[in-house]
């Protein structure tokens, strides 16, 4: 489990387009390094990134080693149900990283 | 019979063939370097995704800094002008880099529910290029913008 930060409204109006920011602490490892005595550092990055609100999947993010360390991403869903938005990171080690937001629809 | 070499003799033809040689391998193993990187690997990165689909020029508006002090992280926003309704909206938006060292930079899945297609993220620049972002719609068009960044300090693709 990797630290997060996640910025999501606890309200919102139905219909109303919300903003969602998330960020992951993750090194991020490219795999193209080598470590001091030349030996390949093997590639470790989070490769995924799902969230989920009221069981429906509303964004997904393949990750590829192009994006930076700690990944952040900022996106939008529109408030339908009140519900939990599950965010889900896993990385190239089949570990993940889960967090649970409830969003109360008014 | 032997003639026994001066040091200072002109070069014969032996090492002056075997150094071309050498020369020619060296400068193989450029091009082919040459190949995988720059305009060829944003085509190629392209075409993987399209699979030979048109791709339109507008829609999409790819914001990343002019000047980046840092490849390392480099933030990038990126708006389609698309309804986003059930009929019409963006199915995802790939992102592809020229000189990074995969050309695959990160893909956003998103649809209806997401009320706008606007993401943000932060990238890494391996070096000063051109990166494009393609906005694969629910109509299976794609529509492409894109940007060009110098890159001051490049993204330490050599140290992790």
Redesign the interface.
């Known amino acids: 489990m990797a630290t997060t930060r996640i910025v999501v409204p606890a309200t919102a109006k139905k219909g109303q387009?919300i903003e969602i920011?998330t960020l992951v602490q993750h090194?991020m490892?490219?795999g193209?390094?080598?470590d001091n005595v030349g030996k390949p550092?093997p590639r470790d990055i989070i490769n995924a990134f799902v969230v989920t609100?009221g069981g429906?999947k509303?964004?997904?993010?393949?990750?590829?080693?192009?994006?930076?360390?700690n990944?952040?991403?900022?996106?939008?869903?529109?408030a339908?149900v009140t519900g939990e938005i599950v965010f889900t990171w896993t990385d190239d080690q089949g570990v993940e990283t889960v967090e649970k937001r409830q969003l109360t629809v008014i | 019979m032997t003639t026994k070499q001066h040091p200072l003799r002109p070069l014969t033809r032996r090492p002056v063939l075997a150094g071309l040689a050498s020369l020619a391998a060296l400068s193989g193993v450029r091009l082919a370097h040459a190949a995988d990187s720059g305009p060829e690997q944003l085509a190629r990165g392209i075409a993987e995704i399209t699979k030979g689909a048109t791709v339109l020029p507008g829609r999409v508006k790819l914001e990343l800094p002019e000047l980046a002090e840092n490849g390392n992280s480099v933030s990038m926003t990126i708006v389609v002008e698309s309804p986003q309704s059930a009929a019409d909206h963006v199915r995802t938006i790939h992102v592809i880099s020229e000189k990074n060292p995969i050309a695959d930079v990160v893909k956003f899945h998103i649809g209806p529910r997401a009320g706008r297609a606007r993401v943000q993220s932060s990238i890494r620049l391996a070096d000063t290029q051109r990166v494009v972002a393609l906005a694969e719609m629910s109509d299976g068009r794609f529509w492409s913008g894109e940007a060009s960044v110098i890159v001051a300090l490049a993204a330490c693709i050599d140290a992790g």
């Open positions: 387009i920011k090194p490892i490219t193209h390094g080598r550092i609100y429906e509303v964004f997904r993010a393949d990750l590829f080693p192009g994006v930076a360390a990944p952040f991403f900022a996106f939008s869903t529109i339908t």
